[in-house]
């Protein structure tokens, strides 16, 4: 018998909320200098390897700035609050359409 065991990361609502809880003033990004510290040093850090690669992908070359909901965005991180709004307005547009 083979025994294969997939390890389920984070939810997308999970991801979304930790960057939330971090983002204590709400600015919606963090200085180079802020994300390498949370990333490196707290929860379960990433190596060098992961964090240099999550750069690479999210901040911002100009203003040496992480903006976490862009880096979602382009992480495929689907923001579950949005998706259930958009399906409610359709909701109650096709129901007032229809009724």
Do not use: C
């Not at 939810?11 to 919606?28: C, N, T, Y």
């Not at 999210?58 to 040496?64: A, F, I, K």
Request: charged share 35%.
């Amino acid at each position: 018998m083979i025994l294969i065991y997939s390890w389920m990361g984070p939810s997308d609502d999970e991801i979304r909320m930790a960057f939330k809880v971090l983002d204590v003033e709400r600015m919606g990004y963090f200085d180079f200098s802020r994300i390498r510290d949370i990333m490196m040093k707290e929860g379960e850090p990433f190596s060098m390897e992961e964090f240099d690669d999550m750069m690479r992908f999210g901040l911002n070359p100009d203003d040496q700035k992480f903006y976490w909901e862009y880096y979602l965005t382009k992480a495929g991180v689907k923001d579950q609050e949005a998706i259930e709004a958009k399906a409610e307005a359709r909701r109650k547009a096709w129901h007032d359409k229809y009724k």
